[in-house]
């Protein structure tokens, strides 16, 4: 039997990629002297969600006019379709098949865009550098393109190193499918006859993703997968059965889950340590109202960790960090959260996902390395990042930071810091995000390198707007080395402002095509309300002050605060525990499902088999599981 073998490239290597299905041609060359013969086919494709395999085509009958497919059987773990022009459709995922098939393979999802689908519906406008609101705006269509001809600067030997030794440290999975077709063919004497091959599809999965819906530079972190299962049985701040103990005391690759729900409040700040990375915390897996932090902040010091469904509300009475008096110019209270590579340390791979981070004094999420201290591949994405109670600052990101990814969050009620970024700060992109209620916008400062993308910026009635809606800092770096990318950003649905004046003008390192390559595909502005508002934050039970918040941005309402007592203060969370029948064998996932997908709840070592394929353990399709519920 001869194997036909196929490589298909596509945008992304990402699991889960909504990609058209391509149209896969088998190369045949000498098969076609060999005669009446229907030859099995090998495919090797990147995922996407259909494959039109066109098996016919190594096969060597003399007259193909006379050759049908008349059956096929059904895949171990997908599905197969015959289509009439005499080709199969083959869905790696049974869910993705189609009531009806045509021989397209469907229409591109709405998040898919080219530039050139759509446009920003107005020109941009290039504001004078000012403190104050613009008088003359200039628009941009009266500056020759500056775009053109600036090349990308190369990155340093050690961060080309630092990213290919991530990419190494990524596990690399494949899954193999089989199913047979059946041809019918038609002699001159009328005389039907059938053959049988077999067809062998692998998918290349690249570097699996955190979870399939993750996206960007950190979407390849792997967290917990293939350890061991630690449950959060009460709501103390220490000892055994805490969250703390969890993350500080216990070390190895491990996934958190919480068999309780309600406030937990910290005493001081809650570390994931270095030598304590290698995490997952699962908060969608509490019951009822979910997992609230309060009292103190989070910070996360390793690398490998996945946080999804988390609450982080500090509280105005948090205040430790350096504080100090504040009056001073040295005041600094701690963040709500804070992602920090101390000297001497490199911290990649961070997801998080679908969080709400409120209440915070001096950032509510920062993002920083040190003098040698490094930061690579982090997502930050489905956040609501909202009502800073001190200084009103949103997100830095600072100090020898690169690929990082902010996408579909909501920045809410912070008076400024929408993001900033500044100080060895490489490759961000800032994609599809909602900034609401606030003073000023986007700062990024010399030597950053950037795509700004499809974001939509709205005042409030207290909004006291200052700066232009993207503008360029200065900084004891070098201006020439700065590099963006903005497409399709919108103010109060019209045009942005982007600072053009002395030593703040952008205009120069404006790029004509995106810098950033995570595989990231942005929606249009145009959807970016919808989309994000009704998924943002821990959304699987929304509280009342994620609610408010969001009513305030689809309502034009609301305003800064200085103490969460201003808006009801900490909402009620119901605290309750799980029966002990929940999880009979204590391996993180529910008897029910289990029972659901064929697996034995009475066996606690089968969290880390792979029951369908996929690729993720049964431990990680439980947790994705409950997501989309």
């Given at each position: 039997?001869?194997?036909?073998?196929?490589?298909?490239?596509?945008f992304?290597?990402?699991?889960?990629?909504?990609?058209?299905?391509?149209?896969i041609?088998?190369?045949?060359r000498?098969?076609?002297?060999i005669g009446?013969?229907?030859?099995?086919?090998?495919?090797?494709?990147?995922?996407?969600?259909?494959i039109?395999?066109?098996?016919?085509?190594?096969d060597?009958?003399?007259?193909?006019?006379?050759?049908?497919?008349?059956?096929?059987?059904?895949?171990?773990?997908?599905?197969?379709?015959?289509?009439?022009d005499?080709t199969?459709?083959?869905?790696?995922?049974?869910?993705?098949?189609?009531?009806t098939?045509?021989?397209?393979?469907?229409?591109?999802?709405?998040?898919?865009?080219?530039?050139?689908?759509?446009?920003?519906?107005?020109?941009?406008?290039?504001?004078?550098?000012?403190?104050?609101?613009?008088?003359?705006?200039?628009?941009?269509?009266?500056?020759?393109?500056p775009?053109?001809?600036?090349?990308?600067?190369?990155?340093?030997?050690?961060?080309?190193?630092?990213?290919?030794?991530?990419?190494?440290?990524?596990?690399?999975?494949?899954?193999?499918?089989?199913?047979t077709?059946?041809?019918?063919?038609?002699?001159?004497?009328?005389?039907?006859?059938?053959?049988?091959?077999?067809?062998t599809v692998?998918t290349?999965?690249?570097?699996?993703?955190?979870?399939?819906?993750?996206e960007?530079?950190?979407?390849?972190?792997?967290?917990?997968?293939?350890?061991?299962?630690?449950?959060?049985?009460?709501?103390?701040?220490?000892?055994?059965?805490?969250?703390?103990?969890?993350?500080?005391?216990?070390?190895?690759?491990?996934?958190?889950?919480f068999?309780?729900?309600?406030?937990i409040?910290?005493?001081?700040?809650?570390?994931?340590?270095?030598?304590?990375?290698?995490?997952?915390?699962?908060?969608?897996?509490?019951?009822?109202?979910?997992?609230?932090?309060?009292?103190?902040?989070?910070?996360?010091?390793?690398?490998?960790v996945?946080?999804?469904?988390?609450?982080?509300?500090?509280?105005?009475?948090w205040?430790?960090?350096?504080?100090?008096?504040?009056?001073s110019?040295?005041y600094?209270?701690?963040?709500?959260?804070?992602?920090?590579?101390?000297?001497?340390?490199?911290?990649r791979?961070?997801?998080?996902?679908h969080?709400?981070?409120?209440?915070?004094?001096?950032?509510?999420?920062?993002?920083?390395?040190?003098?040698?201290?490094?930061?690579?591949?982090?997502?930050?994405?489905?956040?609501?990042?909202?009502?800073?109670?001190?200084?009103?600052?949103?997100?830095?990101?600072?100090?020898?930071?690169?690929?990082?990814t902010?996408?579909?969050?909501?920045?809410?009620?912070?008076?400024?810091?929408?993001?900033?970024?500044?100080?060895?700060?490489?490759?961000?992109?800032?994609?599809?995000?909602?900034?609401?209620?606030?003073?000023?916008?986007?700062?990024?400062?010399?030597?950053?390198?950037?795509?700004?993308?499809?974001?939509?910026?709205?005042?409030?009635?207290?909004?006291?707007?200052?700066?232009?809606?993207?503008?360029?800092?200065?900084?004891?770096?070098?201006?020439s080395?700065?590099?963006?990318?903005?497409?399709?950003?919108?103010?109060?649905?019209?045009?942005?402002?982007?600072?053009s004046n002395?030593?703040?003008?952008?205009?120069?390192?404006?790029r004509?095509?995106?810098i950033c390559?995570?595989?990231?595909?942005?929606?249009?502005?145009?959807?970016?309300m919808?989309?994000v508002?009704?998924?943002?934050?821990?959304?699987?039970?929304r509280?009342?002050?994620?609610?408010?918040?969001?009513?305030?941005?689809?309502?034009?309402?609301?305003?800064?605060?200085?103490?969460?007592?201003?808006?009801?203060?900490?909402?009620?969370?119901?605290?309750?525990?799980r029966?002990?029948?929940y999880?009979?064998?204590?391996?993180?996932?529910?008897?029910?499902?289990?029972?659901?997908?064929?697996?034995?709840?009475?066996?606690?070592?089968?969290?880390?088999?792979?029951?369908?394929?996929?690729?993720?353990?049964?431990?990680?399709?439980?947790?994705?599981?409950?997501?989309?519920?």
């Amino acid at each position: 039997m001869i194997l036909v073998f196929i490589l298909v490239s596509l945008f992304s290597c990402s699991k889960d990629t909504d990609l058209l299905a391509d149209y896969i041609v088998s190369d045949f060359r000498e098969a076609r002297f060999i005669g009446n013969l229907a030859i099995g086919d090998n495919f090797v494709v990147a995922p996407q969600k259909s494959i039109v395999l066109d098996v016919l085509a190594n096969d060597t009958f003399v007259n193909p006019d006379k050759v049908k497919i008349v059956e096929t059987s059904q895949p171990t773990k997908g599905t197969v379709v015959i289509n009439e022009d005499k080709t199969l459709t083959y869905y790696p995922d049974s869910s993705d098949t189609p009531e009806t098939q045509n021989n397209t393979g469907g229409d591109l999802e709405d998040s898919q865009f080219t530039p050139a689908e759509y446009g920003n519906g107005e020109e941009n406008i290039i504001a004078e550098q000012s403190d104050t609101p613009q008088e003359t705006p200039v628009k941009e269509d009266t500056i020759k393109n500056p775009n053109v001809g600036i090349k990308e600067t190369e990155q340093t030997p050690q961060q080309q190193e630092i990213q290919q030794q991530a990419q190494q440290d990524q596990p690399k999975e494949t899954i193999t499918d089989e199913f047979t077709y059946t041809v019918e063919t038609t002699d001159e004497d009328n005389k039907k006859t059938t053959q049988e091959a077999v067809v062998t599809v692998t998918t290349d999965l690249g570097s699996l993703k955190a979870f399939p819906s993750a996206e960007g530079y950190g979407k390849n972190a792997s967290g917990g997968r293939g350890g061991f299962v630690y449950h959060v049985t009460n709501l103390a701040d220490s000892g055994p059965g805490s969250l703390r103990n969890g993350v500080e005391k216990i070390k190895g690759t491990r996934t958190i889950v919480f068999e309780v729900s309600g406030y937990i409040t910290l005493t001081k700040p809650l570390k994931i340590r270095r030598g304590y990375g290698n995490l997952t915390i699962a908060g969608q897996t509490a019951p009822e109202d979910g997992i609230a932090l309060k009292g103190s902040s989070f910070w996360i010091h390793d690398s490998n960790v996945i946080i999804r469904y988390l609450r982080i509300r500090p509280g105005k009475a948090w205040l430790p960090a350096g504080t100090g008096a504040s009056t001073s110019e040295n005041y600094e209270p701690d963040d709500a959260v804070k992602i920090r590579a101390w000297s001497g340390s490199t911290i990649r791979n961070i997801v998080l996902d679908h969080c709400s981070i409120s209440w915070g004094r001096d950032g509510l999420l920062d993002i920083a390395g040190s003098a040698s201290g490094f930061l690579e591949d982090i997502t930050i994405q489905n956040n609501i990042i909202a009502e800073n109670v001190d200084k009103g600052y949103g997100t830095l990101v600072d100090n020898n930071v690169s690929h990082v990814t902010f996408f579909k969050n909501l920045y809410a009620h912070n008076k400024e810091r929408n993001i900033l970024y500044k100080n060895q700060t490489f490759y961000v992109e800032f994609v599809n995000n909602i900034i609401y209620g606030f003073d000023r916008g986007t700062v990024l400062f010399y030597n950053t390198k950037s795509d700004i993308i499809g974001n939509v910026y709205l005042t409030s009635n207290t909004s006291k707007r200052a700066l232009e809606t993207i503008r360029l800092g200065t900084w004891d770096e070098p201006k020439s080395g700065t590099r963006l990318y903005q497409y399709d950003n919108t103010e109060d649905g019209g045009a942005i402002t982007i600072s053009s004046n002395g030593n703040s003008d952008v205009i120069p390192h404006l790029r004509s095509s995106a810098i950033c390559n995570s595989d990231l595909t942005p929606m249009p502005n145009s959807k970016v309300m919808n989309t994000v508002l009704s998924k943002v934050g821990a959304s699987l039970f929304r509280d009342e002050a994620d609610n408010r918040i969001i009513n305030d941005v689809i309502n034009g309402t609301g305003s800064r605060i200085t103490h969460e007592n201003q808006v009801g203060g900490f909402p009620i969370l119901t605290s309750v525990t799980r029966p002990y029948n929940y999880d009979s064998d204590n391996d993180g996932m529910a008897d029910n499902w289990e029972i659901t997908n064929n697996l034995d709840p009475n066996n606690p070592n089968d969290g880390n088999a792979d029951a369908n394929g996929d690729g993720y353990t049964n431990l990680e399709s439980f947790l994705y599981s409950l997501t989309k519920s």
